[in-house]
């Protein structure tokens, strides 16, 4: 009998899945709760049902739910990472300055361990982006952070806005440009690549309107292109562009050539010298995603501050700070809390930073981000204060179920490569000095040209 | 002239030839028709290459050969559901091919070639014909080499002179891959996805302009699509399915996606963790092709007191992960999800090793043998005509020595289309290294597809084994040492040494068995492939 019940179990499992995202019942109580978008409230619990907070307020009662002692401790939505490359196999398709027919959503992996580290960071959803190979590179996705399921389609957040990668100046120029010799290989070229595309999706839309507006059946088919889909539903609004970006000459001529295709729907990642075009980027609606203090890892990334956040913020433009690194994204309160130092941010502002700001860049706003009855369970608990040089997580919770505890066990793999060279050490983490993830699956194109 | 005589008696009696006569009478064997059936004490008649006759006490037609079989084991002839079997594998190409615009290069050259056909590659003097056969299989169901979408499939007969002899069907399925191409679209396994909903999309939009133009083709453009296109219409109009290569679970589950997104038949192929998609496979009606191919099995080490104890959890966890791929043969079967066993990666050495690992593990002896005939024949659609011992049923039978998922098993003889092949199955006498002493000068050869290879080994005596000195006709003037090798108690010895041709290394990996004056073995090039190897010793004067 237990026998068929083992065997039984991954069917079980299934079936669970299947009917529905899989979601707990949780109360989390005493804690104080900062709900970012109702200010820090003191000795409060926090109710999730079937994944979805249903009640905050005090002396909460509920049968049948996990109970949570949150006393002394401090309960904040959980965190949002608007730029990662984790939970995917591939990042690069860098085979063309053009890869909108890609989605990096093919290709997830919720079996690395980097999903569960992020977990032990608060952070509960992650934009996983295409990497800066191409002018426009693949499609992204976002994901919930639900460590423990083994079906990949498990691990998306369903209903997410679709999301593209661009990316400006020297990593297209140098793959394409330098690598191959062939446009982009200069910032002008970069240029053309986008007005080149937006212009045959226009083209393409046009042929496949006429195509199907002929009744009569008597035209041929148009040729079925993937990318121009792609750019196509960007024109349409459908998609959400995410642009790898340093400098401000580049930042304005992309807002220039979205002005000129009717697109607006744009945040700048990095934008390291969004400072400098702060008003502009508001002016035209766009979004920011930058680093605490991170830049001087290439030529076009030395002019940089900060005080970047800061100034964005200050100019009223919806800004993120984001990891692009599986070590950071382990402490993006750290890295909120810096803006505390570098533009004296208020406790709000600099959480909004990690939490609220990447939803709404991501187009999530109205389901994660902040702890508001409707909203999905998406918690992270720590023991001090988030942005305490001091705090620890305690405890990860996404759709209402703890997905990261403190007390969990050393080895928390699930998938073991029985061929794979076991060892004890943490890998070296990788950033932009020591290997850019940013540009993973890029270098067999560069052997070729020393 | 005696001489002459015997050599000329022994060759008409020798294997492989043509018979006076093609009916043979297997009598008195312990006979399992089908993989449900109980063994019986039964003789078979075959004739013309079919089985002619099955029963108790048949009398045997006065032309038959007689095969004397008492106390032999019989089993339907084997079918590999997937493998590669009479198709050479193709040279790594060195140099990337350059194309112009690495974002469109020419399907051929990345890797998608859905038109291709293995009646282009196959080769009736493929060594692999031979291997796989003497482990039983007479039927094979062959995939093409290559990446993305290497070509079609054949279902062919491990007998004949050349592909039209061998095949049973032609083009039964398309095979595919996640593999992309190296510096040019699609590189990524995010591109051949991409890749595949173009090309499937266009298969679709093709196959309805063409309906169109053949009802009225009056003032309509004659369809033109190109190759690739055109061969997959086939797979549009569910004519072929595809044999998606699914070897982990998130390929398995990436194709899997693929296939309800556009909704081809697939069956998954050399599948090495179907377990955790098991659910979703039968809800999309996916056959699974378990791999044979297992992990190494870890040992824990004698002296687990140097170990700590974080590394002593991870290899216990690394030993549990070994179990689930052990245990995949049994709750595949036991689902009813399994199609066959896929070849396409094992070593045929462990094929039968790894059969026991995963019967060890709690697949049935039955569910085993079903794999190896009814499944793959009701998959591959021929099991009117092979997968079980029947009146009718194309003469392709197994005999072994004992049941045929047995340690100690041999094959004795293999029919394929009523030809018989037999093998030599002395027992090997137990013995320890030390009692045969291998020390002095070898030669050996290589058996490689279209050459002969060959060389000289000379064994010493080491401290801790044999030291080996070897040389290689390829590569005159070169001679490589490989120290300290030891030969387990059944007289064999594996080793890897590396050789330089033209700037490439190779990993040449051998296992041989040595045996008095002679070893035979294998010799293995990763990504060339595996061939026997055989070897004398040269008589020194005392």
Redesign the interface.
């Known amino acids: 009998m237990t026998k068929s019940i083992y065997?039984l179990l991954?069917?079980l499992l299934?079936?669970l899945q299947?009917s529905g995202q899989d979601t707990g019942d949780i109360l989390i109580k005493n804690g104080t709760v900062i709900t970012i978008t109702d200010g820090v409230l003191p000795h409060t619990d926090v109710l999730i049902r079937n994944g979805k907070i249903t009640k905050i307020g005090q002396d909460l009662k509920e049968n049948n739910v996990r109970i949570i002692d949150a006393s002394d401790q401090y309960v904040m939505p959980g965190i949002i990472d608007a730029h990662s490359h984790i939970g995917i196999?591939?990042v690069?398709?860098?085979?063309?300055?053009?890869?909108a027919?890609?989605?990096?959503g093919?290709?997830?992996?919720?079996?690395t361990i980097t999903i569960y580290r992020a977990l032990a960071g608060g952070v509960t959803t992650s934009h996983a982006m295409h990497g800066s190979a191409n002018a426009i590179g693949?499609q992204c996705q976002t994901i919930k952070h639900r460590w423990g399921v083994?079906?990949?389609?498990e691990m998306k957040m369903s209903g997410a806005p679709r999301t593209i990668k661009f990316a400006l100046g020297e990593n297209p120029m140098r793959v394409h440009g330098e690598g191959?010799h062939?446009v982009p290989r200069t910032r002008m070229g970069v240029e053309q690549i986008f007005r080149e595309a937006f212009a045959k999706a226009r083209d393409y839309t046009a042929k496949w309107d006429k195509y199907n507006n002929n009744p009569s059946?008597?035209l041929?088919?148009p040729?079925?292109?993937?990318k121009m889909e792609t750019m196509a539903d960007i024109l349409n609004g459908e998609i959400i562009i995410h642009c790898h970006s340093y400098r401000a000459d580049e930042i304005l001529m992309l807002m220039n050539v979205l002005e000129d295709f009717g697109v607006d729907k744009i945040c700048f990642q990095h934008v390291n010298e969004g400072f400098k075009v702060a008003p502009e980027l508001a002016a035209f609606g766009a979004r920011a995603s930058v680093f605490a203090d991170w830049w001087a890892y290439k030529f076009e990334v030395y002019y940089s501050t900060a005080y970047n956040a800061t100034i964005l913020t200050r100019n009223g433009v919806i800004t993120s700070i984001n990891s692009d690194s599986r070590e950071l994204i382990r402490h993006l309160y750290h890295e909120a809390a810096k803006t505390q130092r570098y533009g004296d941010l208020t406790d709000n502002e600099a959480l909004r930073l990690i939490t609220l700001n990447p939803a709404i860049q991501l187009g999530i706003e109205d389901r994660v981000g902040s702890i508001e009855v409707g909203k999905e369970g998406d918690i992270a608990i720590f023991n001090k204060h988030p942005l305490s040089i001091y705090a620890v997580p305690q405890m990860t919770i996404v759709d209402g179920i703890v997905r990261f505890d403190i007390h969990d066990a050393?080895?928390m793999?699930i998938?073991?490569?029985?061929?794979e060279k076991?060892?004890?050490f943490i890998e070296e983490s990788s950033d932009h000095t020591s290997g850019d993830r940013c540009l993973q699956?890029v270098y067999?194109?560069f052997s070729?040209h020393k | 002239m005696s001489i002459i005589l015997l050599y000329w008696i022994s060759s008409i009696s020798g294997q492989d030839l043509p018979s006076v006569s093609d009916a043979y009478f297997f009598k008195g064997a312990i006979v399992t028709t089908q993989p449900n059936a109980s063994p019986q004490v039964l003789d078979i008649l075959v004739r013309e290459g079919l089985i002619k006759a099955i029963g108790v006490g048949l009398t045997p037609p006065v032309d038959a050969h007689i095969i004397k079989v008492d106390s032999l084991y019989i089993y339907p002839g084997f079918i590999a559901a997937a493998s590669h079997i009479g198709v050479p594998k193709p040279k790594p190409n060195t140099e990337t091919p350059r194309v112009k615009r690495p974002g469109y290069p020419p399907n051929h050259i990345a890797g998608i070639t859905p038109e291709q056909t293995i009646e282009k590659t196959y080769s009736a003097k493929e060594g692999s014909i031979k291997q796989y056969r003497k482990l039983g299989f007479t039927m094979a169901h062959v995939m093409p080499y290559g990446k993305m979408l290497p070509g079609q499939t054949s279902v062919i007969s491990l007998n004949g002179k050349d592909f039209n002899q061998a095949v049973i069907t032609e083009n039964f399925g398309q095979y595919a891959q996640l593999s992309g191409a190296r510096r040019m679209f699609p590189s990524t396994k995010i591109g051949v996805i991409a890749k595949w909903r173009e090309l499937y999309r266009n298969a679709t939009l093709t196959k309805k302009h063409t309906q169109a133009y053949r009802s009225n083709p009056q003032g309509k453009r004659r369809p033109n699509p190109d190759e690739a296109t055109a061969a997959l219409i086939n797979v549009v109009e569910h004519k072929q399915p595809v044999f998606f290569h699914t070897e982990k679970h998130l390929d398995l589950q990436r194709a899997l996606q693929l296939q309800k997104e556009l909704g081809f038949h697939m069956v998954a192929t050399e599948t090495m963790q179907g377990v955790m998609s098991i659910s979703k496979a039968k809800i999309q009606g996916v056959p699974i092709l378990i791999s044979l191919k297992l992990p190494k099995e870890v040992k824990s080490s004698k002296d687990s007191l140097k170990i700590s104890a974080a590394d002593k959890n991870l290899l216990k966890r690394k030993q549990a992960s070994i179990s689930e791929y052990e245990k995949e043969g049994m709750e595949i079967t036991q689902e009813n999800q399994a199609g066959g066993f896929s070849l396409l990666k094992v070593k045929p050495d462990n094929i039968y090793k790894n059969i026991r690992r995963m019967i060890k593990s709690g697949m049935s002896d039955q569910n085993a043998l079903a794999q190896l005939t009814t499944e793959p024949a009701k998959l591959l659609k021929i099991d009117r005509i092979t997968g079980t011992i029947a009146k009718g049923k194309i003469a392709n039978l197994v005999v072994s020595t004992k049941p045929i998922f047995e340690e100690k098993t041999k094959i004795k003889m293999v029919m394929v289309d009523g030809h018989i092949h037999k093998y030599e199955t002395k027992e090997k006498k137990k013995k320890s290294s030390e009692d045969v002493d291998i020390a002095g000068d070898w030669t050996y050869t290589v058996e490689v597809p279209g050459m002969e290879v060959g060389g000289t080994i000379k064994i010493t005596k080491a401290d801790e084994g044999y030291n080996l000195a070897i040389t290689n006709s390829a590569m005159p003037g070169q001679t490589h040492e490989v120290s300290n090798i030891t030969t387990d108690k059944n007289g064999s010895m594996s080793y890897a040494y590396d050789i330089n041709m033209d700037g490439i290394t190779l990993n040449l990996q051998t296992e041989i068995t040595f045996d008095k004056d002679t070893f035979e073995g294998t010799v293995s090039l990763p990504d060339f492939g595996t061939f026997p190897m055989t070897g004398s010793k040269v008589e020194t004067p005392e």
């Not at chain 1, 027919?101 to 990096?104: A, C, G, P």
């Not at chain 1, 083994?150 to 389609?153: A, F, L, R």
């Not at chain 1, 040729?223 to 993937?226: I, K, N």
């Not at chain 1, 998938?415 to 061929?419: F, H, L, N, V």
């Open positions: 065997i991954p069917f299934y079936i299947l196999e591939n690069n398709e860098a085979s063309d300055p053009n890869t027919n890609v989605n990096v093919d290709a997830i992996d919720p079996f693949g083994t079906d990949p389609q191959r062939i059946g008597a041929e088919p040729q079925y292109d993937l050393d080895d793999r998938d073991i490569d029985p061929e076991i060892s004890t699956d067999q194109y070729d």
